[in-house]
């Protein structure tokens, strides 16, 4: 395991290994979110509100979505040691991040979709992001695998993992997936007639689907019934999602309408 970026590079500042690549997937998506704006011909300045309400929204939720894990209160940390120290949930910091673009779009009144703008950047972003997890968590569950992991007793004791044991490197298996994603969303399905706003949709369900499944290999607390925490929240929201995409389908709404060309007319 690398806390920090000395410990991964040997030499250098003792900053925290998973926030620098989280940084890092942030820079990287921003780059993206730019090249795709400029694109599409995005020229209305109210989508940085939007840029704004989706990061605030992840921040804030990424930690409280982790907050109230026991029925009993006496277990959970305070609101501000949550905030301050707590731990953080991807899933959180999405559905943080879609409630504050719509909040920021609430209030500055943008009209368009804006799904298709941040899909790629998101999933570039998640998969830089989880290298930082990969060099710092708990990797999951044994395998007899032969690409299993296994740590040093130090690094088992400092995850709170088994030693000397091969371990799933569920964290190699989502980094895989957020490229693969990037990679058909960025040379593929954006140049696709897609519904406006619904690239962002099939890249979530696609993810969610993605983690309900690899939360089998994470070796994360069961919570009820042999389901994780982030399982359960999943087994809600990927019917949600599907029927959406169905509806969509079905009503004709998913495929984008073709471009009127300058010479047709319409006839009345």
Sequence with gaps: MFPTLQDLLGWGPRIDTHSAFVALGMLAAGVVFLIERRRRRVTDHRIWYLVLGALAGASLLARLGTWAQHLDPTKNLSLIEQLSFGNASMLSALVG??????????IVRYPDRSGDLFAPAVALAMAIGRIGCLLTEK???????????????????????????????SFVYEIAFHAVAFALLWFWLRWRPIAPGELLTLYIAGYAVFRFLIEFVRGNEVAWMGLTRP???LAVT??????RIIWMLRTGRFRAPAPVRSHERVLV
Aim: glycine share 10%; no cysteine; charged share 5%.
């Design 231 to 233: 399982q359960l929240f």
């Design 238 to 243: 990927i019917p949600l999602l599907f029927a």
């Design 97 to 106: 991040a879609w409630l504050g673009v719509h909040v920021a779009k609430r």
């Design 139 to 169: 990797p999951g569950t044994p395998t007899h695998a032969s690409w299993g992991i296994v740590l040093s007793p130090e690094a088992a004791a400092y995850t709170g993992a088994a030693s000397g044991v091969p371990l799933h490197p």
